[in-house]
């Protein structure tokens, strides 16, 4: 007789590592295409006379994509597997990103970004979804967490690619934007040959197959937890049945809340810095740069210490504060505006962990993908819009609104977080997805498993 364990609580191994590092490799990314089209802009919008919808059309192009990609792959994945996807995303990825090289018009650049940001947002709803399916419950948070500071690298990556390129070349927009295809081709090389979530496999009746794969990466001594069998409904709608609703709003309304700043602020943010008389080029670059970097890093230690749900309203509550008080004194001389503006971006990188924990544990396998995928595309449509309209916001409102009205955004997300927010800390993927999730003690990371193997 031996001992089982679950899947849940098997020690973290290079398995783990990998998937996570794979899955991670679309955040890198993201962050580098989304960070490399603000500096793209500046010198395409002459050569390319953008209008100011355009400028916004272009900088919110790749959002509009995840915003289809993560509703329809998503979708998908819940039906043929979460692997296939896994795969073909990162295949629309590298071709359309290799291609911007060749754009001759806006309209042509925006319609392959959009490609771009479809298979970025498929790749999100799966990849955090196969994440979550084999991490271990101990180091769920942390491992789901950690994308932000592979985003950080991507879009940091892309401030040096930017200043670099658009010094070297008057196409040198050109060369950033199709660049994005070299760690791309990367990743979906080092993708062949990944497995398919047994808990997927599990959940369509293919258990021997799921069993394989479990014994085969962490041993025979290991087993998956049962869920309870729900109904079987492949539409969008069941994420929105009784069972499911209040966490399909709250992932949805947090996510769009958090993002929209995010997005809007750091997607132009050369242009915000000039408008608060803080364009000190390069040297403001770098330190908010590393700003973003640390506060990954401390987004980290800071999910793995907190409670979910206190680490998300506490941050919701300091950023808004952050953008009241930009709005209020940004007419105070420059080392304010730098102070409150680097503690702002610190805050904002941190609890940017949060967005790859919360909906990846909140819905079970039979609509993980789906549910993962709505919230992504949720977010990824309120940024997209956020962004097109951030240009004409501070055209019309000045930056002083500009940032009050995005203080408000900041709000209603805390007061949603207050109302719905979770605990899902030290459970289990199957209690956590659970309504009303309770902690088992019998499955308890520190409590001995009592099943037993003959």
Not at 64 to 74: A, K, N
Not at 96 to 114: D, I, K, N, W
Not at 201 to 207: A, D, E, F, S, V
Request: contains cysteine; proline residues 4%; hydrophobic residues 50%.
């Amino acid at each position: 007789m031996t001992q089982t364990t679950l899947m849940d609580d098997v020690p973290l191994n290079r398995f783990h590592l990998k998937i996570t590092g794979l899955t991670f490799g679309a955040h890198l990314t993201d962050g580098y295409i989304l960070g490399s089209v603000g500096f793209a802009l500046t010198q395409m919008t002459p050569q390319m006379s953008l209008t100011p919808f355009w400028q916004g059309m272009i900088g919110s192009s790749a959002l509009i994509g995840l915003f289809l990609g993560s509703l329809i792959l998503g979708w998908i994945a819940d039906s043929v597997g979460r692997q296939k996807i896994f795969c073909f995303s990162f295949i629309l990825i590298t071709l359309a990103s290799g291609m911007q090289f060749f754009a001759q018009s806006a309209e042509q650049l925006f319609l392959l970004r959009v490609l771009i940001g479809f298979g970025l947002g498929g790749d999100f709803s799966v990849g955090h979804t196969i994440l979550a399916e084999f991490a271990p419950r101990k180091h769920r948070g942390v491992l789901l967490g950690a994308f932000s500071v592979l985003w950080t690298v991507g879009y940091v990556a892309a401030s040096f690619a930017g200043h670099l390129a658009l010094q070297a070349h008057v196409d040198g927009w050109r060369w950033l934007l199709a660049s994005s295809a070299l760690p791309a081709l990367a990743i979906l090389l080092l993708r062949i040959g990944t497995p398919e979530s047994p808990r997927w496999l599990l959940r369509r009746g293919r258990r021997e197959e799921a069993m394989a794969i479990v014994h085969r990466l962490f041993g025979s001594h290991v087993t998956l937890q049962e869920e309870k069998q729900q109904e079987q409904d492949g539409s969008l709608s069941a994420l929105f049945r009784p069972r499911y609703r209040r966490r399909t709003a709250f992932n949805c309304l947090f996510f769009v809340c958090l993002v929209i700043p995010y997005f809007a602020i750091y997607t132009f943010l050369p242009a915000i810095l000039r408008e608060m008389g803080l364009d000190q080029g390069f040297a403001t670059d770098l330190l908010l740069s590393g700003l973003l970097l640390v506060g990954a890093v401390l987004g980290i230690v800071l999910t793995a210490m907190c409670s979910r749900r206190g680490f998300l309203i506490g941050s919701f509550i300091f950023l808004a504060a952050s953008l009241l008080l930009l709005s209020l004194l940004h007419t105070s001389p420059g080392i304010w505006l730098i102070l409150l503006f680097a503690a702002f971006t610190l805050i904002m990188s941190a609890v940017s962990n949060l967005v790859g924990v919360f909906p990846a544990e909140s819905f079970p396998t039979d609509v993980r993908s789906r549910g993962v995928g709505f919230a992504t595309s949720m977010s990824r449509l309120g940024s997209a819009v956020g962004t097109l309209l951030l240009p004409l916001a501070i055209v019309n409102y000045g930056i002083a609104g500009t940032m009050g009205l995005l203080a408000a955004i900041l709000v209603l997300g805390a007061l949603v977080s207050i109302a719905w927010a979770p605990e899902t800390k030290g459970l289990t993927l199957t209690d956590a997805s659970q309504e009303t999730p309770t902690v088992d003690k019998a499955l308890s990371p520190n409590a001995s498993t009592s099943t037993q193997h003959l």
